[in-house]
């Protein structure tokens, strides 16, 4: 009898043995992703959110990683440094984290930054533009241009393509708006321009009548609005109600179909640099996903995010590949020197955590974006 059992045992363990084998090849890796999901400014943490699982549903239905689900782990920052230091600790904090996507916002990057080095977590933030957010470790990345290449942007959108030469900018009165106001002016004076007026906006405010009272008085040629679409929509609203009517261009922010919808007609010639266009032929299946998932076009927020997590997973695999130990230090080392990635948003190959992409120029017409 025991013979037999032994023998009946020795036939079954193969059988058994499989199904354990494969829980074990099986074993999620875990990727954190934090943004701003809640309070102002929420449609840009939607579009980082939406685009990411939408690549996540893509690659499970390739098979995952290596044969591997891939378990994303989401957490809201909104849009506070401090709920994004305790939500990157949360994340650090989780066994088996390999990569962080996050956040929207330079000031949430960098207060999560020094938490993800500590802990040897690559950290990828589609948008944080403030060269700052790149100097904190070498584990972190960034999909976007710095804010010194976009100031530039910024400048050949009022000058070369709206003709203006004296320009008023308000900013945002926080890290990228600072940065972004002081960068742009700069790079319209060296180019021969003006600017009479560089001045802060609070966050969250609705009345600037009296700034607006400057620029009349002011008459310069165009207004660059360095804001969030929310003030930067209410601002150019009342800014066409007290009749002037100088040409207006934006940033990056503004590029998100959220600033038509607040601005209405107000937007309509407004013109913005982006480095996605979703009309763009080149673009048409992410385009096509996006939209047949969520309802309506990605914006630049979404493709930046979808690269980003596209060239995370990359790097996990190649990680994998190699046969070294799937750790958050391996896939930093695949992030800095893996070979350049051709996505939505243009190549991303990385230098000290920093990419450089060309810009497309678009503007608001029938109240929808067109190439300009």
Same mark, same amino acid.
Do not use: C
């Given at each position: 009898?025991?013979?037999?059992?032994?023998?009946?045992?020795?036939?079954?363990?193969?059988?058994?043995?499989?199904?354990?084998?494969?829980?074990?090849?099986?074993?999620?890796?875990?990727?954190?992703?934090?943004?701003?999901?809640?309070?102002?400014?929420?449609?840009?943490?939607?579009?980082?959110?939406?685009?990411?699982?939408? =690549?996540?549903?893509?690659?499970?239905? /390739?098979?995952?990683? *290596?044969?591997?689900? !891939?378990?994303?782990?989401?957490? %809201? #920052?909104?849009?506070?440094?401090?709920e994004a230091a305790t939500v990157a600790?949360?994340i650090v904090g989780t066994p088996g984290?390999?990569?962080?996507?996050?956040?929207?916002?330079?000031?949430?990057?960098?207060?999560?930054?020094?938490?993800?080095?500590?802990?040897?977590?690559?950290?990828?933030?589609?948008?944080?533009?403030?060269?700052?957010?790149?100097?904190?470790?070498?584990?972190?990345?960034?999909?976007?241009?710095?804010?010194?290449?976009?100031?530039? =942007?910024?400048?050949?959108?009022?000058? /070369?393509?709206?003709? *203006?030469?004296?320009? !008023?900018?308000?900013?945002?009165? %926080? #890290?990228?708006?600072?940065?972004?106001?002081?960068?742009?002016?700069?790079?319209?004076?060296?180019?021969?321009?003006?600017?009479?007026?560089?001045?802060?906006?609070?966050?969250?405010?609705?009345?600037?009548?009296?700034?607006?009272?400057?620029?009349?008085?002011?008459?310069?040629?165009?207004?660059?609005?360095?804001?969030?679409?929310?003030?930067?929509?209410?601002?150019?609203?009342?800014?066409?109600?007290?009749?002037?009517?100088?040409?207006?261009?934006?940033?990056?922010?503004?590029?998100?179909? /959220?600033?038509?919808?607040?601005?209405?007609?107000?937007?309509?010639?407004?013109?913005?640099?982006?480095?996605?266009?979703?009309?763009?032929?080149?673009?048409?299946?992410?385009?096509?996903?996006?939209?047949?998932?969520?309802?309506?076009?990605?914006?630049?927020?979404?493709?930046?995010?979808?690269?980003?997590?596209?060239?995370?997973?990359?790097?996990?695999?190649?990680?994998?590949?190699?046969?070294?130990?799937?750790?958050?230090?391996?896939?930093?080392?695949?992030?800095?020197?893996?070979?350049?990635?051709?996505?939505?948003?243009?190549?991303?190959?990385?230098?000290?955590?920093?990419?450089?992409?060309?810009?497309?120029?678009?503007?608001?017409?029938?109240?929808?974006?067109?190439?300009?």
């Amino acid at each position: 009898m025991r013979l037999f059992r032994a023998s009946v045992l020795a036939a079954l363990l193969p059988i058994f043995a499989t199904p354990l084998v494969h829980a074990a090849e099986a074993e999620p890796i875990k990727i954190g992703f934090f943004s701003h999901l809640s309070g102002n400014f929420a449609e840009y943490g939607t579009s980082f959110k939406n685009a990411v699982e939408l =690549y996540l549903d893509q690659l499970k239905e /390739k098979g995952g990683i *290596a044969g591997r689900p !891939v378990e994303l782990l989401i957490e %809201d #920052d909104r849009n506070s440094p401090q709920e994004a230091a305790t939500v990157a600790r949360k994340i650090v904090g989780t066994p088996g984290v390999v990569l962080a996507i996050g956040s929207w916002s330079t000031t949430s990057s960098m207060a999560a930054a020094p938490i993800f080095a500590e802990a040897k977590i690559p950290q990828i933030s589609p948008t944080s533009s403030h060269p700052d957010f790149s100097k904190q470790s070498e584990y972190q990345f960034r999909q976007n241009n710095t804010d010194d290449i976009l100031a530039q =942007y910024n400048a050949d959108t009022i000058q /070369k393509k709206l003709k *203006a030469n004296t320009v !008023v900018i308000p900013y945002s009165q %926080d #890290d990228w708006g600072v940065y972004t106001g002081r960068e742009t002016a700069k790079a319209i004076e060296k180019a021969g321009g003006k600017v009479p007026i560089l001045e802060s906006v609070q966050p969250g405010s609705r009345d600037f009548r009296p700034f607006i009272s400057k620029i009349r008085a002011a008459k310069p040629d165009g207004v660059f609005l360095a804001l969030p679409y929310q003030e930067a929509s209410i601002f150019l609203q009342q800014l066409r109600q007290a009749g002037i009517d100088v040409p207006v261009g934006g940033g990056i922010p503004l590029t998100s179909p /959220k600033f038509i919808e607040l601005s209405g007609k107000a937007a309509e010639g407004v013109v913005l640099h982006t480095i996605f266009f979703a009309k763009d032929p080149a673009n048409k299946e992410f385009t096509e996903a996006y939209q047949a998932k969520y309802g309506r076009l990605p914006d630049q927020f979404a493709a930046l995010a979808y690269d980003a997590i596209a060239v995370g997973t990359a790097a996990i695999q190649r990680v994998i590949e190699s046969g070294k130990p799937l750790t958050g230090e391996a896939v930093r080392d695949e992030l800095e020197n893996g070979p350049p990635y051709k996505g939505v948003t243009g190549v991303t190959e990385y230098e000290n955590g920093n990419v450089r992409k060309d810009p497309v120029f678009i503007t608001v017409r029938n109240g929808q974006f067109e190439l300009f």
